[in-house]
């Protein structure tokens, strides 16, 4: 019990002396969860790497809490055991490279999914330069998925979907975004400041590896069946797909924001030009219920353009995105002074407007007025009132967003 205590290792012990120049080239680190059934597989398959192609290395099995005697059999193969109290896949394999000591890491399961036999093309991409070397399963990326080895959904609808994102959004040069067995060097690590704590880890590294402008090489690799029997796969396909979905267009506010309030804002003004005028096409009149349709949409769109300037600004300021001269453009040409004038111009036009119909009202003694004459009036004043204020609250706020970042 004693020998136990003493091998395992916690996080918070791990110091920057272990990362001195007497560290190993490689650090091969297994995220692991009740993996008794496969995790001395996986082991056993690492060490021979090692050892067949001569490479310093060490293993490192991030434990997440295991009960069935993972650590003890992890340590008996001569494994480094890190515990990891934080529960999920991100929090496990950020506890294991942290504790790791070599200059590159392969991350890959300890399910025996990933052939650690493999991972010869891994270490020489890493050797060439490349700062994230990411394997592809995935037929049309070069590799290969043995029978049983994927479910249906995730390997025709999941892993492609999210795949074709990642390179369309983010420009990632990857067939097969969501493969856990990848390697990357300690200092794009360090320098990517991952924050995700489930299985949006994967996704995060390629993403921000992306965005920053790493260089990213991908190789082929075999997904073989789940080899463990007593209990299943940790991903649940729904629960963890809605969760990367999620994360996706966070971290992408063109697609969150941008593109759905430009399209709701046009589709407003066109409104406003059909019906102002009282136009009927193909028998159908456009009058002033239309306008209150077409105010919505206007200000729906605005809001949602003004949303995608903040999360860009607070993520650019968090260190979540790189810094984009387009941001930096937007903050020199609409500063608060700008924003504040345009802001006064909207409201003098709509209160201008509101004020005419209060006119109208005040001529017809306030009695009943003419309706489709007078909303013509009050419905765009509303609106035009309503974004003024909006742009002075947005015009402070997007200072403040504005000032740090500097």
């Excluded at 330069?129 to 070069?142: A, I, K, Q, Y």
């Excluded at 593109?259 to 003004?269: D, S, T």
């Amino acid at each position: 019990m004693y020998k136990y205590e003493k091998k395992v290792e916690k996080l918070s012990a791990v110091t920057e002396v272990e990362k001195l120049p007497s560290a190993p080239e490689l650090s091969i680190v297994m995220p692991c969860l009740n993996e008794a059934e496969t995790i001395g597989t996986c082991i056993q398959k690492a060490q021979t790497f090692l050892n067949q192609h001569h490479v310093a290395g060490e293993i490192v099995v991030a434990d997440n809490g295991s009960t069935d005697g993972s650590q003890e059999i992890a340590m008996l193969m001569g494994a480094r055991v890190v515990r990891v109290e934080a529960r999920g896949y991100g929090n496990a394999l950020m506890g294991g490279i942290t504790a790791s000591r070599g200059r590159y890491i392969i991350m890959g399961d300890a399910d025996d999914s990933y052939d650690f036999l493999d991972l010869k093309r891994f270490i020489e991409k890493l050797r060439e330069g490349n700062d994230l070397v990411v394997g592809c399963r995935l037929p049309w990326g070069g590799g290969t998925i043995k029978p049983g080895a994927m479910k249906f959904l995730h390997r025709w609808w999941g892993n492609p979907m999210f795949t074709v994102m990642a390179r369309r959004w983010f420009g990632a040069p990857i067939h097969d975004v969501n493969c856990g067995l990848r390697g990357f060097s300690r200092v794009l690590f360090d320098r990517l400041n991952l924050r995700c704590t489930g299985m949006e880890f994967a996704n995060e590294m390629i993403i921000k590896s992306s965005l920053y402008g790493e260089r990213i090489a991908e190789v082929p690799v075999t997904l073989h069946q789940d080899g463990r029997t007593a209990h299943p796969p940790h991903l649940r396909t729904f629960r963890d797909g809605w969760r990367t979905l999620r994360f996706y267009l966070m971290y992408s506010p063109k697609w969150l924001f941008v593109i759905p309030g430009i399209a709701l804002a046009l589709l407003g003004v066109l409104g406003y030009a059909i019906a102002m005028p009282g136009l009927t096409i193909r028998g159908v009149t456009f009058d002033v219920h239309t306008l209150l349709f077409a105010s919505l949409a206007v200000l729906c769109g605005y809001q949602s353009v003004t949303f995608a300037i903040f999360s860009k600004a607070f993520a650019v300021s968090q260190g979540l995105m790189p810094e984009d001269p387009r941001l930096a453009k937007f903050f020199q040409v609409m500063n608060l002074e700008r924003g504040l004038v345009l802001a006064g111009v909207g409201m003098f036009v709509g209160v201008g407007l509101l004020l005419a119909a209060v006119w109208q009202w005040w001529q017809a003694e306030f009695g009943p007025l003419d309706y489709e004459r007078t909303m013509r009036l009050v419905i765009p004043g509303s609106m035009l009132t309503a974004l003024g204020f909006q742009t002075v609250l947005s015009s402070f706020f997007a200072s403040i967003l504005g000032m740090r970042r500097k």
